[in-house]
């Protein structure tokens, strides 16, 4: 069935160093997918988004990271700062529906 | 010049009433959507709107009714509240169903 699902439900890292948070999809249809953040009491903050035809993409202190072939992405946050502790999910926009469907999510807390 | 928003924030209710949440978005697209937010933070899709035309349909009960009188408006009406409507809504948006979606800031619908 569709499902995006994450490695781990938390993660703690110290202020500067660098955070990786792992996302597995199921839906092979998957061509799209984008990161967001999500701080208490707010919606969903768009992080970064990759296509398909791309392995890598980077932002500003931000680098996702695509394995079709094993159906994995990634988010790398480089020096963790207190304002990125916050909730992240991954989330794959199927083909055919044009919906986006949501991993469980990954708290992320830095400790300072 | 909030993007996406939504009232009201909070929503407290008893089990039976009907309830309804408005959503407005600024940023020209023509594609809107409900998402569900539980309280382990699980987003599910609700409903998705293409220029006023309901798209998805994700085994909604008919208690949820979306009604979208133009593109830039997305309202949510809840017959019946039951204690398992209980979630976060967030209204959401974005330029075809095949681009990054920006959200909203939830509402928070408590039934008692």
């Known amino acids: 069935g569709e499902s995006v699902g994450l490695h781990l439900p938390t993660l703690s890292v110290q202020e500067g160093d660098n955070s990786i948070i792992n996302c597995a999809y199921s839906?092979?249809?998957?061509?799209?997918f984008i990161w967001y953040k999500q701080e208490s009491g707010k919606g969903p903050q768009f992080i970064i988004d990759i296509r398909s035809n791309m392995d890598k993409r980077q932002g500003q202190r931000v680098t996702v990271l695509l394995n079709k072939t094993v159906k994995h992405l990634s988010l790398q946050i480089a020096a963790t700062q207190p304002g990125d502790s916050a909730v992240y999910f991954c989330a794959e926009n199927i083909i055919q529906g044009g919906k986006l469907i949501f991993g469980q999510g990954t708290e992320l807390s830095v400790k300072p | 010049d909030t993007a996406v928003s939504q009232t009201p924030k909070y929503l407290v209710t008893q089990m039976g009433n009907d309830k309804s949440i408005k959503c407005e978005q600024n940023?020209?697209?023509?594609?809107m959507y409900w998402y569900k937010q539980d309280s382990k933070k699980f987003l599910k899709i609700m409903f998705s709107y293409n220029n006023k035309e309901l798209i998805i349909n994700e085994t909604v009960p008919n208690r949820f009714s979306p009604k979208s009188p133009d593109k830039a408006h997305l309202n949510l009406h809840i017959n019946s509240l039951e204690l398992g409507d209980s979630a976060v809504y967030f209204c959401a948006s974005s330029q075809g169903d095949r681009a990054k979606v920006f959200f909203g800031s939830g509402t928070q619908l408590s039934v008692l």
């Open positions: 940023l020209g697209h023509d594609t």
């Open positions: 839906n092979s249809a998957s061509d799209y």
